[in-house]
């Protein structure tokens, strides 16, 4: 069965530098979408994304991060300038057409020093 | 925006038992899945389940979509069955709503 799979799986990083989390969605899949996940708390909403241009974005979406899908494959998100509260569990999912449900990947645990 | 309850917060059973998540959401809803989050943070899907009744083995769920809430049955605990379950809820191709979960311990 095709998977989501994520890139890398755990990533450390200092304070103050731009880390690029990586997606690889299922290959017909049309919704694309970012959850982040402080440790010990529940799975929040970052930002979506269809046809190739942000279709929502929460509050915690600052102008620190960015998505890009650079290819046919690739869903990436971007953090500027990373901060300690930054440090959490991402994940990317991915959502085809016709059914409505949600395919997630395994996750990038970012820790920020 | 959508509310999601689940209960109980925290649940200890004794390997063998039988359990009842819960979960509860405010408005309609045309997307509900569940997921096992693993000791090493990965969600897995457990069921998609808008509607109607599902089973997978040892677990099953229940969403009654009209009344606003879904349960997961656990038969036969095993240990491995411990982590954090959570329920999460949407409408087509808009982001999920999740639950703040519910931490399952089990003893053998």
């Known amino acids: 069965e095709p998977e989501v799979t994520q890139t890398p799986s755990h990533q450390v990083t200092q304070m103050g530098q731009e880390v690029i989390l990586r997606c690889v969605p299922i290959?017909?899949?049309?919704?694309f979408y970012w959850y982040r996940q402080i440790l010990g708390q529940k799975v929040e909403f970052l930002v979506s994304?269809?046809?190739?241009?942000?279709?929502?974005k929460s509050e915690i979406f600052d102008d620190q991060f960015s998505v890009e899908r650079p290819d046919g494959s690739n869903f990436t998100l971007k953090i500027r300038s990373t901060k300690l509260e930054d440090s959490a569990m991402y994940f990317c999912?991915?959502?085809?057409?016709?059914?409505?449900?949600?395919?997630f990947g395994p996750g990038t645990r970012l820790t920020v020093l | 925006g959508i509310q999601v309850e689940q209960s109980p917060p925290d649940l200890i059973l004794q390997e063998g038992a039988n359990s009842t998540l819960r979960c509860n959401f405010s408005?309609?809803?045309?997307?509900l899945q569940w997921f096992h989050q693993n000791p090493w943070g990965q969600l897995i899907n457990l069921f998609y389940?808008?509607?109607g009744t599902k089973q997978n083995g040892r677990l099953s769920a229940t969403t009654v979509a009209t009344e606003r809430y879904s349960l997961l049955y656990i038969s036969s605990s095993q240990t491995t069955d411990s982590g954090v379950y959570f329920c999460?809820?949407?409408?087509?191709?808009?982001?999920?709503?999740f639950g703040k979960g519910t931490r399952l311990s089990v003893i053998a």
């Open positions: 408005d309609s809803v045309n997307n």
């Open positions: 389940i808008p509607s």
């Open positions: 994304f269809y046809n190739n241009e942000i279709s929502e």
């Open positions: 290959s017909n899949h049309l919704y």
């Open positions: 999912a991915s959502e085809p057409a016709f059914e409505n449900k949600q395919f």
């Open positions: 999460a809820v949407g409408l087509g191709n808009t982001p999920l709503v």
